[in-house]
């Protein structure tokens, strides 16, 4: 009997680099991308994530841009090491065992798609859809954001489709728009996963895995849904040659101890 998972993963930072916003900016000429998201967070105008998906529909800075332009700063876009391998290794983990695969992101669907090309397919991408005008081919509205609690919508339909329990769901993210649906995940004993050392974040997922190549977020899966132990994982990164120089396991506490102005000098000490 096949145990069947789901695994969802963020798209900016996550299998990538650098942020879509910034790679279309760069492309459009316009350099103050994280001003313009700076000051939309200060505002609380937009669910956090979908800044991006906002600035194109209403921003007179980012209205220039079209389809075409997300394609190509999809190809701009610097994946991390080996995210192929790491998507063809979930195809076939184990016997006994299948994964699939898929992309939950605020990012623009056309620039996730641009970018996975050959290597996730495009029905396994959730981004930000857009409505473009078919006479200008400029954006004329937004037909959905996944962002936010928006992922957790993707996510739970994904699931219903595959028939899977709630306990066999991972989610992989980096960023602060990654927390509800985490949160989600851990309340019905998902497997939650941080690529980001920020606290915000890295205090939710159950696991964090630090590194700049993909596969690296396969060790915790295989820990914690395969059950493997450190020379099982070994071998396996192994055999699709790659080496585990360096595997640092830690918990660190993160404290801030001051002295009481005004200590209680009468309280008891238990």
């Known amino acids: 009997m096949v145990k069947q998972y789901l695994l969802a993963s963020d798209f900016d930072q996550t299998l990538s680099f650098n942020d879509s916003g910034v790679a279309l900016s760069e492309l459009i000429g316009f350099h103050g991308f994280h001003d313009k998201v700076k ?6 105008l937009v669910q956090q994530g979908a800044e991006l998906a906002y600035l194109i529909l209403h921003d007179p ?6 389809k ?3 394609v190509q700063t999809g190809k701009r876009i610097r994946l991390k090491h080996d995210v192929d391998l790491f998507a063809r290794s979930l195809e076939n983990i184990s016997d006994g065992y299948k994964i699939s695969f898929y992309v939950i992101s605020a990012a623009p669907q056309e620039i996730i798609q641009s970018a996975l090309e050959g290597i996730v397919p495009s029905d396994h991408i959730f981004g930000t859809r857009f409505r473009y005008n078919e006479e200008t081919g400029e954006v004329e509205s937004i037909v959905r954001a996944s962002a936010g609690w928006g992922k957790i919508t993707v996510l739970e339909e994904l699931r219903a489709n595959l028939g899977i329990s709630h306990d066999h769901i991972i989610y992989m993210g980096d960023g602060s728009s990654d927390l509800p649906v985490m949160m989600h ?3 019905y004993d998902g497997l939650t996963i941080a690529v980001s050392e920020a606290k915000f974040i890295s205090r939710i997922a159950r696991r964090t895995v630090l590194s700049d190549n993909a596969m690296s ?6 820990e914690e849904v395969l059950h ?5 994982i070994r071998r396996f990164f192994a055999s699709r040659g790659l080496m585990l120089r360096e595997w640092d396991k830690m918990r660190t506490d993160m404290l801030t101890i001051e002295e009481n102005a005004a200590p209680n000098t009468t309280a008891a000490v238990q």
Do not use: A
């Open 39 to 44: 000051g939309l967070s200060e505002m609380n």
């Open 68 to 70: 075409e332009h997300l």
């Open 61 to 66: 800075d980012f209205r220039r841009v079209r």
């Open 217 to 222: 977020v396969l060790v915790p899966v295989l």
């Open 185 to 187: 995940v851990n309340q």
């Open 228 to 232: 493997w132990d450190s020379p099982e």
